[in-house]
């Protein structure tokens, strides 16, 4: 996954980092020190204001190794920084050049006591800083080495007085003992910086996990800060509150003027503020938001909540039981109701019945066969099987369809009207399952709008949203509406406003949809009537559902 490979190249990066960066980092500012040592000597010497010891026995000699010392530090420090040749080269190259150079001036100061030779401390420091494991050990014993051959050079050419062993010991036990002192404290330094690079690589593991996670919530979270400005929403936000990517800086208010309100308000109340739903544009969904504050410097957190969808879950938590209840008594039920039904159809047949006894055996028969439509119903979604979905173009197959619904109803043709714009669309649906979610829909048009003026007049329009590229299907019918109480439970199992309806054919299509990842909802007609959109998921989306 992207983000895997992600958090793998910041590590490998990081680990690099650690490897080369504080390595070659140390040895160009042990480059810096040498060279103003050098410089340092060098200006001692010739303005002649530093100490007398300086050179005493071959002046010389002393400025030439000081101007020779001086070039080698700066060619040094220009492969340091160039970074030419392998590290540990240049280190060991470096500190041997120091060691000679060191020891030389020592020679011509003087010897141990001229002082110099606490030069090579600080470079047998550097030696167990820059190295590992015994090299800076091997330098300590090289200038150890190198200050007692000077001095028995020294006494052997120069009759120096035998003291000075004594000195240039102590000198050799003082670089030891730096030496596995600096290994030391590198090798504590080194476990440090190892800890605290793998610390700084969990915390980016753990944030790019937590973006990751967070981007892929099916819930919107958006963060603002003190000043109402949007700091990161996720792609579920984004697509709740239909904005585009890359929103991060704007202002809250701007953006989502409902929201902004709302928090401010709850900022005011706090805890005694209870957010309410709110639609961010006409065409979005209801959002119900859930402010949490993350303190003064840091903002609010807010959960963004598709109120749909909660509807839908909690919907199915309350239905699931009552679906397996009615689905198991539904055998029952049919049985002693054909009884009663086939005896009132008997009885309907003897000639001694009166008018008053006719209209109860009619009035017995409408109610079995309402009760017969609802077994029937519910039977139908216990039992529905799995979309088989298929390319479909619409409008040959609703010329088909609105033929059979009209031969079926008796209806004219010419009084249902039919648009497709443009003529060539084409969705992904189960065609036996579209075909009955249309048929409910259709016959609520049918009986709404004969109630309406005695006629018939259902429409049925086909477009694109300009917005999504989605296809929609509505449709309409010219009738009284749905009052605006019942809004909210047209689409609840056996809710009904007709007294010889079952509930259930609403609630039926709603589920169907579903099952072809696609949405029905109402929409009021302006003028009066009603209107039932059907939203088709794009092309491509489960189109080899089973």
């Known amino acids: 996954m992207n983000w895997r490979r992600g958090i793998k190249t910041k590590i490998t990066t ?23 040592i050098v ?24 400025v030439i190794t000081c101007l020779v010392y001086g070039a080698a530090a700066i060619a040094l420090s220009v492969a340091t920084i160039a970074r030419i040749g392998g590290f540990y080269f240049q280190v060991l190259l470096q500190l041997s050049l120091d060691i000679g150079a060191i020891t030389l001036l020592m020679h011509t100061s003087g010897g141990a006591p001229s002082g110099l030779g606490m030069l090579l401390v600080v470079v047998i420091a550097a030696g167990g800083i820059l190295t590992v494991g015994r090299t800076a050990s091997a330098l300590a014993a090289l200038a150890t080495l190198a200050v007692l051959f000077e001095q028995s050079y020294s006494l052997v050419s120069r009759d120096f ?26 090798a504590r330094i080194r476990e440090s910086e190892a800890l605290a690079a793998q610390r700084s690589l969990d915390l980016a593991n753990i944030s790019q996990l937590n973006g990751y996670i967070i981007q892929r919530l099916q819930s919107g979270v958006l963060v603002v800060d003190r000043e109402e400005t949007i700091r990161l929403i996720n792609q579920a936000g984004q697509e709740l509150l239909g904005l585009k990517p890359g929103r991060e800086g704007d202002p809250l208010a701007m953006v989502v003027p409902p929201l902004a309100e709302q928090l401010a308000r709850w900022r005011k109340g706090q805890h005694s503020y209870q957010p309410k739903a709110f639609q961010s544009a006409l065409e979005q969904a209801e959002i119900l938001p859930k402010f949490i504050s993350l303190g003064a410097p840091y903002g609010t957190l807010i959960f963004l909540e598709d109120t749909s969808v ?5 919907q199915q938590l309350k239905l699931a039981s009552l679906g397996r209840l009615t689905a198991s008594i539904a055998h029952e039920i049919r049985n002693p109701l054909g009884a009663i039904s086939h005896a009132s159809q008997l009885l309907r047949e003897s000639s ?5 006894e006719r209209r109860l055996l009619e009035i017995i028969l409408n109610h079995c066969g ?12 216990s039992r529905r099987k799995p979309s088989r979905r298929e390319a479909l173009l619409l409008k040959p197959w609703l010329l088909h369809f609105l033929a059979e619904f009209c031969r079926t109803h008796r209806i004219d043709r010419s009084a249902v009207v039919l648009r497709v714009d443009p003529g060539k669309i084409q969705v992904h649906a189960d065609l036996s399952q579209l075909h009955q979610i249309l048929w409910n829909l259709c016959d609520n048009a049918r009986r709404y709008s004969q109630d309406s003026d005695g006629s018939p007049c259902l429409q049925i329009s086909v477009g694109i949203k300009a917005n999504s590229g989605q296809v929609f299907l509505d449709v309409i019918d010219r009738g009284p509406g749905i009052p605006e109480e019942a809004v909210d439970k047209i689409f609840e199992p056996f809710f009904t406003t007709q007294g010889a309806g079952t509930g259930l054919g609403l609630y039926l299509a709603r589920e169907l949809s579903e099952c072809n990842d696609a949405s029905l909802e109402y929409r009021p007609v302006p003028g009066g009537g009603s209107c039932f959109r059907l939203c088709f998921a794009p092309l491509g989306v489960g189109a080899n559902a089973a």
């Open 352 to 356: 001694t019945l009166n008018p008053r």
């Open 161 to 186: 007085d035998a003291v000075h062993y004594t000195q240039a010991g102590l000198l050799g036990a003082t670089l030891f003992a730096t030496a596995l002192l600096a290994q030391v404290l590198a």
């Open 14 to 36: 990081a680990l690099k980092d650690q490897n080369l960066i504080p390595a070659w980092r140390p040895l160009a500012v042990f480059c810096v020190y040498r060279l103003l």
């Open 370 to 381: 309402r009760v017969n439509g609802i077994i029937k119903n519910v039977l139908q979604l």
């Open 39 to 62: 410089f340092l000597l060098l200006g001692v010497v010739i303005t002649d204001i530093g100490p007398s010891f300086l050179g005493q026995s071959q002046p010389d000699l002393f």
């Open 310 to 314: 909660l509807a839908r879950q909690a």
